[in-house]
DNA sequence: ACCTCTAACTTTGTCGGACAAAGGGACAGA
DNA sequence: TCTGTCCCTTTGTCCGACAAAGTTAGAGGT
């Protein structure tokens, strides 16, 4: 017969995870805000009365959370974690679940579409420009599939940006880390690939700028149902994404 | 006239970066396994050839992004990250960003009905019996707001999963973190919003059995928007997600 | 008064060694 | 089989130290 629990488990964790959650309430709740310094190591020594390599590890787990960076002269301060490092994190998961192409298709497709009808309802001038410029520059490199990878999936990343809903933008990020760099490797293979993806851009542009709901749909999917054409003469949407991507996330994630 | 670039910028990051960098890429490409136990930390002195402070901080950042984990004995091994956990982080971020209830009405919707989608056309037996149990124990604390709200969360967390999409499983985990603890306001404040939340569940397994996507995607929307009737009762859409949430999510992380 | 250059001073990254507390294993005794 | 004990290992924390890089202040020239 099991005993009934008489005690809860008590709440004891290591001096460094303290520090790291006390300085992450701080932020968190707004006290310390964005930018704003946080003590040299040795301050918070001092203000915490733990030793300097404790404290060291504290900061690893925030700097590591997005919460706090080092600028250029190495000083501690709070910061707005960034979209793209944390889904970068995001994308890693991923890759080690071993999640299919189809997955990621399915969802981005959902993403995507919902990014489109934000940015056609919502979009300002700023934002239309942004991806006229990067419509310019993907029709310069046509014929450079790395290159033109780039410009797809920063358009991409600039109509989330022009939906004007962060939420949206952020969840649509690890799925496009993950399904854009398969873009060059189509591109090289399908001749017409260059092409007609950036006439698709165009397109977009079009139906974002006349406010076009049903177009921005329809060029969107169609967008996206090229891809798997094209992806779908080199591999089987089940295939697993690839360890080899990773390569590209580590890398960024430094920046 | 600018100098042609003779040299490329050397890698120079600090020890304890390169040695998470190079656990993490064992892990990610595969040579050590989820589960696979890492060395104690003196084994990677030696390994590494730096001082222990040194591999603790690189240990330190694999830990915080999930990629290792201590177990009972403390011993370190990797691990698959979890979602709910890289999830808060993203939560976190979002509150940090001063999302608003919009942007998370919004997103929620797009993903909750491509949720509801893929569970209608893949939902397993299991998947079923999941949901039918947690439409049970829903049903038996529906006078308890703070119950029914944990039960909601949870079902919608089994609908992503009957889905059989992981990218959309983590996609909506963000937001539904922070979307859902609301809930509990809401069916304190609105007398009727506990059966309405309860019948709109069953219906939706209702749909999910019957694979009947219409329905599906039809009882998502009403429960979704009986939210947002419930939410404009007691505060602006326009309101940006409050601190408070991440009390939740800190605690949540830990376990 | 303004600029530049140098000489302290500070801070970070890393190192070596140290110790208490907790876990694991082996072993003896009930 | 269960329990208690001894020993060894591992972790969490501390202390002190030092080179490299950054910062500050002051000296010196204009």
């Not at 889904?87 to 071993?98: I, Y």
């Not at 969840?171 to 001749?191: C, D, H, K, N, S």
């Not at 891809?227 to 080199?234: D, P, Q, T, V």
């Amino acid at each position: 017969m099991p005993i009934a629990p008489l005690f809860r488990p008590i709440d004891v964790a290591p001096a460094y995870q303290k520090v790291a959650d006390a300085i992450e309430r701080e932020i968190v709740n707004g006290r310390i805000k964005p930018g704003d310094p946080i003590g040299t190591e040795h301050d918070l020594v001092r203000q915490f009365g733990v030793n300097r390599s404790t404290i060291r590890e504290g900061i690893r787990v925030l700097e590591e959370g997005g919460l706090i960076r080092r600028d250029s002269s190495r000083r501690l301060h709070a910061c707005l974690p960034r979209y793209s490092k944390l889904a970068s994190r995001l994308s890693r998961a991923l890759v080690l679940h071993e999640v299919t192409f189809r997955e990621l298709y399915e969802a981005s497709m959902t993403l995507e579409v919902a990014s489109i009808e934000g940015a056609v309802e919502r979009a300002s001038e700023e934002n239309v420009a942004e991806l006229t410029d990067n419509l310019a520059r993907s029709g310069a490199v046509v014929g450079d599939p790395a290159r033109l990878a780039e410009c797809d999936a920063e358009f991409h990343v600039l109509v989330a940006k022009a939906s004007q809903n962060r939420v949206l933008q952020l969840a649509r990020e690890p799925a496009a880390q993950l399904f854009y760099p398969t873009t060059e490797m189509i591109v090289t293979g399908v001749a017409e690939g260059g092409p007609r993806l950036v006439a698709a851009h165009r397109h977009l542009i079009d139906a974002i700028r006349r406010r076009d709901r049903e177009a921005g749909v329809l060029w969107t999917r169609r967008h996206l149902q090229d891809w798997r054409r094209g992806f779908e003469k080199i591999a089987s949407l089940d295939r697993s994404v690839e360890h080899m991507y990773m390569e590209h996330a580590q890398a960024a994630r430094r920046r």
